[in-house]
């Protein structure tokens, strides 16, 4: 099979907190706060978007991973929010990070889970000895309509992949399947500024339905049980969802505290299993297990299972999350608008 | 995108990258590249090279006035680098107002948007330096 064997995680400067949205709308902050369970999410940088964050990410996790770029066979970027409609991100980022030009590259939409949709497209390329190495990034400047319930999380922040042989990586993927159907919780159509989406409908028949069947479906694959792992690791549009699929399948807290980044980023979307993991990987001991669930609305979820290594020493070549998450600094709703690109006369 | 389409592609490894040229002859670095070293002239041997990225300010700035097609960045340090190979380039230092940078601060290589103006052309990207810690 194929494994980890490089990542890297990046999430803006700037933050801005629940109650500076909250007041522009008269909302109740606190209410909102202990609702989602976001204390602050992060916002990009003028002159960031999804390509930008995606190579630093990359850079990161090529550090990690002390392999020469030119030796990736294979590169995808998933996002919502590619800065081109007709043009690819990831051959921007692959000639950022001097991969180009022999390998095979493309862009990948999946909502929230394009990103684990290419670290399984990369398992399957290397496991297939069709390249040596593949990288699979998710990165995103997600997108709220402003006074939407999404305007409290929709974030930004990239995490990169690099897929390798089983006897190199710091994580061996174990095993990986996926659970997918067409399930409109949320879309939004071309050349729409902002998405639409379908409320409490986003839970049951999506997120719950889907995130629980993948990893129902692994877990029974591999005949293991929720002891056989010390971490946890789910799609986090807000804190709620994945603390009580975490109680529903009998997981303790705290093995799902550390895989849970979204009270101080928000939902980084194709990137927030990338980051959640990366902060599990972050702090992970040799030997131990990580189970991860992502979801993509539209709708699908993949799982994976995987073992840590004693390469995870490697870590230690470049920056964690923590640094990126810590390194902060918070901006005003005014100064978020025109970072996010909604004032308009300029 | 105003300009040329072509001249866009063909800096784009000076761009994103930080590719340059460095003179075998002297041991001088070049940045942009340049194809005949200034102080072998003939006897030089110019190779590519790619900068390590990491440099120091040597002069810096804060734009208030901005160009065409940067008015939406404003204000923005824009420094002088001097790369720990010893050319100097022109670059914004990212994520910092003027009183958060000084002369001689470490800085790195970024990637970022350059421009994007124009709805329907081009995003130019390339090299900006950050701060470090």
Same mark, same amino acid.
């Given at each position: 099979?194929?494994?980890?064997?490089?990542?890297?995680?990046?999430?803006?400067?700037?933050?801005?907190?629940?109650?500076e949205?909250?007041?522009?709308?008269?909302?109740?902050?606190e209410?909102?706060?202990?609702?989602?369970?976001?204390?602050? /999410?992060?916002?990009?940088?003028?002159?960031?978007?999804? %390509?930008?964050?995606?190579?630093? %990410?990359?850079? $990161?996790?090529? !550090?990690?991973?002390?392999?020469?770029?030119?030796?990736?066979?294979?590169?995808?970027v998933?996002?919502?929010?590619?800065?081109?409609?007709v043009?690819?991100?990831?051959?921007?980022?692959?000639e950022?990070?001097?991969?180009?030009p022999?390998?095979?590259?493309?862009?990948?939409?999946?909502?929230?889970?394009?990103?684990?949709?290419?670290?399984?497209?990369?398992m399957?390329?290397?496991?297939?000895?069709?390249?040596?190495?593949?990288?699979? $990034?998710?990165?995103?400047?997600?997108q709220?309509?402003?006074?939407?319930?999404?305007?409290?999380?929709?974030?930004?922040g990239? *995490?990169?992949?690099?897929?390798?042989?089983?006897?190199?990586?710091?994580?061996?993927?174990?095993?990986?399947?996926?659970?997918?159907?067409?399930?409109?919780?949320?879309?939004?159509?071309?050349?729409?500024?902002?998405?639409?989406?379908?409320?409490?409908?986003?839970?049951?028949?999506?997120?719950?339905?889907h995130?629980?069947?993948?990893?129902?479906?692994l877990?029974?694959?591999?005949?293991?049980?929720?002891?056989?792992?010390?971490?946890?690791?789910?799609?986090?549009?807000?804190a /709620?969802?994945?603390?009580?699929?975490? /109680?529903?399948? *009998? $997981?303790?807290?705290?093995?799902?505290?550390?895989?849970?980044v979204?009270?101080?980023?928000?939902n980084?979307?194709?990137?927030?299993?990338?980051? *959640?993991?990366?902060?599990?990987?972050?702090?992970?001991?040799?030997?131990?297990?990580?189970?991860?669930?992502?979801?993509?609305?539209?709708? *699908?979820?993949?799982?994976?299972?995987?073992?840590?290594?004693?390469?995870?020493?490697?870590r230690?070549? %470049?920056?964690?999350?923590?640094?990126?998450?810590?390194?902060?600094?918070?901006v005003?709703?005014?100064?978020?608008a025109?970072?996010?690109? !909604?004032?308009?006369?300029? | 995108?105003?300009?040329?389409?072509?001249?866009?592609?063909?800096?784009?490894?000076?761009?994103?990258?930080?590719?340059?040229?460095?003179?075998?002859?002297?041991?001088?670095?070049?940045?942009?590249?340049?194809?005949?070293?200034?102080?072998?002239?003939?006897?030089?041997?110019?190779?590519?090279?790619?900068?390590?990225?990491?440099?120091?300010?040597?002069?810096?700035?804060?734009?208030?006035?901005?160009?065409?097609?940067?008015?939406?960045?404003?204000?923005?340090?824009?420094?002088?680098?001097?790369?720990?190979?010893?050319?100097?380039?022109?670059?914004?230092?990212?994520d910092?107002r003027?009183?958060?940078?000084?002369?001689?601060?470490?800085v790195?290589?970024?990637?970022?948007?350059?421009?994007?103006?124009?709805?329907?052309?081009?995003?130019?990207?390339?090299?900006?330096?950050?701060?470090?810690?």
């Amino acid at each position: 099979m194929a494994g980890i064997i490089g990542y890297g995680a990046y999430v803006p400067k700037y933050r801005i907190k629940t109650e500076e949205i909250a007041e522009v709308w008269g909302e109740d902050a606190e209410r909102i706060k202990s609702g989602l369970g976001i204390n602050e /999410k992060s916002v990009p940088a003028i002159d960031e978007d999804s %390509a930008t964050m995606a190579v630093v %990410a990359a850079k $990161i996790a090529l !550090k990690r991973a002390e392999i020469d770029p030119k030796k990736i066979g294979a590169l995808y970027v998933g996002s919502e929010s590619h800065p081109y409609a007709v043009k690819p991100t990831a051959t921007i980022v692959a000639e950022a990070i001097d991969a180009v030009p022999d390998l095979t590259a493309a862009d990948l939409e999946f909502a929230c889970k394009a990103g684990t949709a290419g670290i399984q497209i990369c398992m399957g390329l290397v496991g297939s000895s069709m390249v040596e190495y593949g990288m699979a $990034i998710g990165s995103d400047t997600a997108q709220g309509r402003p006074a939407d319930a999404l305007e409290y999380s929709a974030a930004a922040g990239a *995490g990169a992949y690099l897929i390798g042989k089983d006897e190199e990586s710091l994580a061996i993927i174990e095993d990986t399947c996926s659970f997918t159907t067409d399930t409109p919780d949320f879309w939004r159509r071309p050349k729409a500024d902002f998405p639409s989406h379908g409320g409490r409908f986003t839970g049951e028949p999506a997120y719950f339905r889907h995130v629980r069947s993948a990893a129902d479906a692994l877990l029974k694959k591999l005949n293991r049980t929720i002891e056989d792992y010390d971490y946890f690791v789910f799609h986090q549009p807000n804190a /709620k969802f994945p603390k009580t699929l975490a /109680k529903r399948m *009998g $997981i303790p807290q705290e093995k799902i505290t550390d895989g849970l980044v979204v009270p101080y980023i928000g939902n980084a979307y194709s990137a927030a299993v990338p980051l *959640g993991l990366a902060n599990v990987l972050d702090k992970a001991k040799e030997g131990e297990r990580i189970f991860i669930s992502s979801f993509g609305s539209g709708a *699908g979820s993949d799982a994976f299972s995987l073992k840590v290594t004693e390469n995870i020493r490697k870590r230690e070549n %470049a920056e964690n999350l923590s640094y990126f998450i810590d390194n902060k600094e918070y901006v005003s709703y005014a100064v978020y608008a025109k970072y996010r690109r !909604k004032l308009k006369g300029l | 995108m105003k300009g040329s389409i072509a001249l866009h592609w063909r800096r784009i490894p000076e761009r994103y990258r930080l590719e340059g040229t460095h003179c075998e002859t002297c041991d001088s670095y070049y940045f942009p590249a340049r194809r005949i070293c200034r102080k072998c002239r003939r006897k030089g041997r110019i190779v590519p090279y790619k900068f390590s990225g990491k440099g120091r300010i040597y002069s810096l700035t804060e734009i208030h006035s901005a160009p065409e097609g940067l008015e939406d960045q404003i204000p923005y340090v824009l420094a002088v680098v001097e790369l720990e190979e010893g050319a100097r380039c022109t670059a914004q230092i990212v994520d910092v107002r003027k009183k958060d940078i000084k002369i001689g601060d470490g800085v790195e290589m970024v990637f970022r948007v350059v421009q994007r103006e124009d709805p329907e052309g081009l995003i130019s990207y390339g090299f900006k330096f950050r701060k470090l810690h």
